[in-house]
């Protein structure tokens, strides 16, 4: 799987759009970018995952770029409880991955 | 409501005392899996099942073992706990070979 970095910390404001970049410049083309979150000690979370074509559902938009080096994924409206700490991986589709999480962004929303 | 439930939430326990812990889901998913989470170490993999009667080791399979004889439950048993083993878990589940995976609340194990 390709290695992914994400920025340590983020901060973000109450109802502002939180952008959190990603880099994965190794990536193959077969491999997707997958998001997931884990609020404090919760279980992660799956929030959205996508090839190439930028990705929309009920609680992310996911931009990826022309090249897929990188990507971002959008909190349009972020709320407090979107505190949280976020994993961008890099998967191929439907492997059976297991999930290995790095570092993530520690994503602070703050009133 | 689909979930994946875990139970204890909490536990304390002492060195060789053999205790289980419960993974139990309700989306009829194939794939089961279990992880520990460890500061600075992220999440690993312990055992994973494809199916009822299917499990296989992952990255830091040694001291657990998993059963799967239902497809809904797939129980992390530890037979003789060690204080390395004190760590955060989370049973996870799946449908097929999904990426998409939804994981339980989490067991915090204690052995002292």
Known sequence: ?111 | EAQVTQNPRYLITVTGKKLTVTCSQNMNHEYMSWYRQDPGLGLRQIYYSMNVEVTDKGDVPEGYKVSRKEKRNFPLILESPSPNQTSLYFCASTQGTRNEQFFGPGTRLTVL
């Open chain 1, 1 to 111: 799987d390709a290695k992914t970095t994400q920025p340590p910390s983020m901060d973000c404001a109450e109802g502002r759009a939180a952008n959190l970049p990603c880099n994965h410049s190794t990536i193959s083309g077969n491999e997707y970018v997958y998001w997931y979150r884990q609020i404090h000690s919760q279980g992660p979370q799956y929030i959205i995952h996508g090839l190439k074509n930028n990705e929309t559902n009920e609680m992310a938009s996911l931009i990826i770029t022309e090249d897929r080096k990188s990507s971002t994924l959008i909190l349009p409206h972020a709320t407090l409880r979107d505190t949280a700490v976020y994993y961008c991986i890099a998967l191929y589709h439907n492997a059976g991955n297991m999930l290995t999480f790095g570092g993530g962004t520690r994503l602070m929303v703050k009133p």
